[in-house]
């Protein structure tokens, strides 16, 4: 299976970049992981909500020109499903035993994502309504895969 993480702006935090680059290594023999970074749209810290909108709109076009037709998309928003590390770990599993080789988990910047993008969306996952850095949402996803994985083989995890 193939996953690909698509986020918004470049990651600099060091030990983000570290954590990540841990659990990328770890799923090695689970998956290929791929990590695509699309630039954030520069914009004033006050935005109109028309503004908002156009800043959004254009991180979701740079975001879209990364899915491919047959992946299957789920996009991090707030107004998504609430899924334990199970009920994540049987999506995955699913998708792979019925054919899906292409997953793409999607990030937003710091004003979410684009009404375009979370059409697209196959599935709409929250990581509970509490706001979270969009850049420290990249380790908790790609954590949460690994752990996916490892609750998908049997294999044990901590808990």
């Given at each position: 299976?193939?996953?690909?993480?698509?986020?918004?702006?470049?990651?600099?935090?060091?030990?983000?970049?570290?954590?990540i680059?841990?659990?990328?290594k770890?799923?090695?023999?689970?998956?290929?992981?791929?990590?695509?970074?699309?630039?954030?749209?520069?914009?004033?810290?006050?935005?109109?909500?028309?503004?908002?909108?156009?800043?959004?709109?254009?991180?979701?076009?740079?975001?879209?020109?990364?899915?491919?037709?047959?992946?299957?998309?789920?996009?991090?928003?707030?107004g998504?499903?609430?899924?334990?590390?199970?009920?994540?770990?049987?999506?995955?599993?699913?998708?792979?035993?019925?054919?899906?080789?292409?997953?793409?988990?999607?990030?937003?910047?710091?004003?979410?994502?684009?009404?375009?993008?979370?059409?697209?969306?196959?599935?709409?996952?929250?990581?509970?309504?509490?706001?979270?850095?969009h850049?420290?949402?990249?380790?908790?996803?790609?954590?949460?895969?690994?752990?996916?994985?490892?609750?998908?083989?049997?294999?044990?995890?901590?808990?």
């Amino acid at each position: 299976m193939h996953i690909q993480i698509i986020s918004v702006g470049k990651l600099k935090e060091k030990y983000l970049v570290q954590g990540i680059a841990e659990y990328v290594k770890r799923l090695g023999p689970y998956a290929r992981i791929t990590l695509t970074e699309v630039p954030d749209e520069k914009a004033p810290e006050v935005l109109s909500a028309a503004e908002e909108r156009q800043v959004v709109g254009r991180e979701g076009e740079r975001i879209l020109s990364h899915v491919k037709d047959d992946a299957h998309v789920v996009a991090l928003a707030i107004g998504g499903e609430l899924w334990s590390s199970e009920e994540l770990a049987a999506h995955i599993d699913k998708l792979g035993t019925y054919g899906t080789s292409h997953v793409v988990f999607v990030i937003g910047g710091s004003l979410g994502l684009s009404d375009a993008v979370l059409k697209r969306a196959d599935k709409k996952l929250s990581f509970g309504r509490l706001t979270y850095p969009h850049q420290l949402m990249r380790l908790v996803l790609v954590e949460q895969i690994y752990r996916s994985m490892r609750i998908n083989r049997g294999e044990p995890y901590h808990k």
